[in-house]
């Protein structure tokens, strides 16, 4: 009724943002995948006409969409929307990497281009997400230590 309510009066702002998740939430929890992402989608597309298109919160919702697709088995559209949230830390943080948002944005898009056999691709990430873990976390960090591993791995993968 809220988004109802917001839809008609015209009204895009920040309620409207919160009733889309909302409603994205119950969707999902009734099993109704495709609908809650698309109500991501519009809670996006209004934050990114409020707030910008770098905005911590427009990265936080890529990377929720990111999330939903991901566990809807959508690998390709989880990589996607990853990497739109770490193109806007990028652009908040730098193209350094050298943030832990970026850096942990980074480390998905990893996991997923590997699990998804992109070896060559996923190094390139890898190598990406390992600098910037390092850089934030330092080198016994478990993140930092699992990344590396994985860099290993993709690595010697590669030399096969």
Partial sequence: KALEFDLKSNKNDLDTVT?????????KQAGRSEEAIEMLEKSVAVEEDILGLDNVQVAISYNVLGNFCKEKGDTAGAVYMYKKSANVYENLHGRQCHHPDTAMAYSKITILLMQDKKLEEALLWGKKALSGLEATRGTIHPDTMMMNAMVETLSNQMKT
């Fill in 19 to 27: 009733c889309y998740k909302n409603l994205a939430a119950a969707l």
